[in-house]
């Protein structure tokens, strides 16, 4: 007989929707057979990953050979839970109580409302059958809610202190810096590491070192990681953004936005909170140019929470009244972006920055590395995993990389007698992703 302990000891994964349903094929009662394995797979995942979320279900989880042990361990890490009371399947019943006992947010789906448990029958809950339009409302009002109930505050109950938790605000001084993070010391000794994604929402820091300088005092918070150890934040007691910006910025979403800057990456047009999209420069109508202030008609491309990026384009005659008009480039018959002359039989210069789509993706062990598309050249740029930073070479051994991505790139060789470009991995400028001290207000423009 197993023995588990309903005690909390593993902390919320955020995005993660445990989906408590019953497993294999199982009879209904009409006595027609449905198979709750293809269900969770065809179509409550898809529409989980829609919405941004990953789709976790009991037989997925990472953890110790005891089903009840992985179990409990799923519905802790659950930001959101699916309970599917179909067939009044025991072990969904005790499971739901479990996330039920920490207070979990919760969706119920069930195909007969008799289905419900009478402890707790009156629950407003998702109806489907097998049939075809029952199922399609069903994913339709699925989604609908699982966006809204991530937008609700949560209100868990830890079973015991998390040994592993805890937030102690400080100031602390920089001991040490290099490119990846700085060593912070606070007066009592504590010392933490900041890594640039605990600086800003908005961005990622990739140069520390252009950050913050040895012996300067920072204002933040050491932070007890689940796996152990300590870390220095700045960001403790922030709203993370980017939660809220898949919900209500979802790809293929237009909407009308402020230019915030102009840079060499392209136009950035302010999209929520304090994020900033990209409109590449590459994808701007020839002979236009944007200006801070202007009012621009976009639609969301991409949305990476991870890079914390986002990627936008100009809807056709986007540019509004508001703000500074569009203004056309003047002809000067010089080369694009400036080009030098003597580089035009490559198509770009030695050490231009350019934005490049992404037409090719080969692991490592296929050969490790990217082609890109970029304006100029008919023919695609190398781009190696050697001269990837760290975070894409990661990428691009795990998925993390997609057909039709822009990457910002630089020339880095040029080959004439075999017309190849290579190109290394940069991220934008520091401030083209995000200038705090030139916001000011945080005053924001809604989505159309």
Known sequence: MHDIRLTRDEQTVPGNVLVITPMGKKVLRNDDEFDFDWHF????????????????????VYGPANVLDVVWRGIQQAEVCIVDFSCRTPNVAMEYMA???????????????DDIPSDVRGLRHIPYTPLYADMARMRAELRQQLEAVRLEPGQEMAL????????????????????????????????????????????????MARFCVVGEWLDGAFEMLPAGGTKYTLL???QNPWRRLEATQPVGHTFTGTVHSVRQAGVFVRVSGPV????????????????????????????????????????????RGRGRPVVPLPSTGATPAGRPAGAATAGVALHERLEGEVVKIAPEGQGGYVLLRVPGR???????????????????????????????????????????????????????????????????????
């Open 99 to 113: 996330a039920k006992l920490i207070g979990k947010r919760m969706i119920y789906l069930a195909q007969h409302a």
């Open 236 to 238: 403790s007691g922030q």
């Open 160 to 207: 015991i202190p998390l040994v592993t938790g805890g937030v102690t605000p400080a100031r602390a001084q920089v001991v040490s810096v290099s490119a990846e993070f700085a060593v912070v010391r606070a007066v009592d000794g504590t010392l933490g590491v900041l890594s640039g994604e605990d600086v800003d929402w908005s961005r990622i820091v990739t140069d």
């Open 276 to 319: 900033n999209g990209l409109v590449p420069r590459s994808s701007l109508p020839p002979g236009t140019e944007l200006t801070p202030g202007s009012q621009v008609e976009v639609t969301v491309l991409s949305v990476e929470s991870r890079r914390r990026r986002v990627t936008l384009a100009l809807t056709q005659g986007g540019a």
């Open 378 to 448: 008919e023919r695609p740029v190398f781009l190696h995993c050697s001269a990837m930073s760290g975070q894409l070479r990661h990428d691009l051994n795990h998925d993390g990389i997609e057909l039709g991505e822009i990457l910002d790139v630089e020339v880095s060789s040029i080959d004439l007698r075999q017309d190849k470009v290579c190109v290394r991995d940069v991220e934008p400028e520091d401030e083209d992703t995000v200038a705090p001290e030139e916001e000011g207000a945080q005053g924001l423009p809604q989505a159309a």
């Open 41 to 60: 797979q065809d179509v409550i995942s898809p529409v989980v990953t829609e919405t941004g979320m990953t789709p976790v279900r009991a037989d997925s």
